[in-house]
């Protein structure tokens, strides 16, 4: 009667470990990586002056303190690309803390480097699906 317990017992553990391990292996990456992908993806874009990339990773529902879209960060950006304004400028991330909060998060300060000097901006990001895009940017003061 022992031996039919233990084995039991034996299958009970190894059918758990199996569960767990299936479950560990099948977690893809954190809120907070995917969202540091998603701003290393947004840096290599604004430094090739990748338009269409760097279009990715903002939402259709992104909105600028005067209520602006996603649209009018496209023609900003384009224009800002074409004048050379993002010519020999940094982008440094480095220092950029992620907060999240259910669906929202925020990432910054995100520092542009150049020789005119340095501006600092704040980015709120959305879980849209399994992505994380950008709805709003704010300069910080320094």
Not at 95 to 123: C, H, L, Q
Request: with cysteine.
């Amino acid at each position: 009667m022992k031996k039919p317990a233990i084995i039991k017992l034996g299958v009970g553990v190894l059918t758990m470990l199996l569960v767990y391990g299936c479950q560990n292996i099948s977690r893809g990456p954190t809120d907070e990586e995917l969202i540091n992908t998603r701003m290393a993806d947004w840096k290599t874009a604004v430094i090739a002056k990748d338009l269409d990339n760097l279009m990715v990773a903002y939402s259709e529902n992104y909105v600028s303190r005067r209520g602006d879209g996603k649209e009018s960060v496209r023609k900003f950006m384009a224009r800002v690309f074409e004048r050379g304004h993002m010519d020999n400028v940094k982008v440094n991330l480095e220092n950029a803390e992620t907060t999240i909060e259910e669906d929202k998060a925020t990432f910054g300060p995100v520092e542009f480097i150049s020789d005119r000097g340095t501006m600092m901006f704040e980015y709120t990001l959305q879980k849209e699906g399994e992505s994380w895009l950008i709805v709003r940017s704010k300069r910080q003061e320094q």
